[in-house]
């Protein structure tokens, strides 16, 4: 719990102070916008961190986190229709794409939850994996038009959508990678028979 304390308070403390103290976004607005973002930076930094247990430690550690990160992903999309339009300046189409990779990610959060104690570990960690990537895209269609501008970025501090996207990124490389080291233990290339190995000689 406590981890999941600490995850909360300090993406909480992120999003505060770049929306509201740097930012200028009004303080009447912050227990709805701000606190949505604060819920979904809170659902992939868990995310991340129950990847990272997973590969780390041979227990089951990380399903505390990953049921904590469901509860936040779904206060997260359950809160976004009510105002999204008040709280990202991006296209309808952009916003509509967002969204459907918002919901695709939270039934993938989810499927992968009901199976993450009866499968392979690697395999848990693949599809966790594919669930960051996919919040990290659902970030990208928010916020990539502010990413390449520094001086625009309230107090200099990173677009909570460039770091989900970076994180989500980074879990998919890892994704790759475990996906290889799965195949390889499970499937390994077949040697050539004997009799194939005289004949070429």
Known sequence: MK???FTLT?????VTMRNNVFGGLPWNIWPTITLNNAFAFTALVLIVISIIQMRLSNTNSFVKNIY???????????????FS????????????????????????LYFATAWCNDIDKKVSFVLFSLVAFVIGLHSLFLGFSSWFVPSKW???MPPISLISFL???SAFVAACYMTRVFWAEHFPPKEPKAE??????
Do not use: E, K, Q
């Open 68 to 82: 904590a990160a469901c509860v936040f992903a779904t206060l997260h999309l359950g809160m976004v229709p009510c």
């Open 85 to 108: 339009h008040l709280s990202y300046n991006t296209s309808p189409i952009a916003l509509f794409i967002s969204m459907g990779l918002g919901f695709l990610s939270l039934f993938s």
């Open 10 to 14: 300090a993406s909480t403390a992120y």
């Open 196 to 201: 194939y190995r005289r004949s070429r000689r």
């Open 167 to 169: 994180m989500g990124y």
């Open 3 to 5: 981890s999941i304390f």
């Open 154 to 156: 309230p107090g200099m």
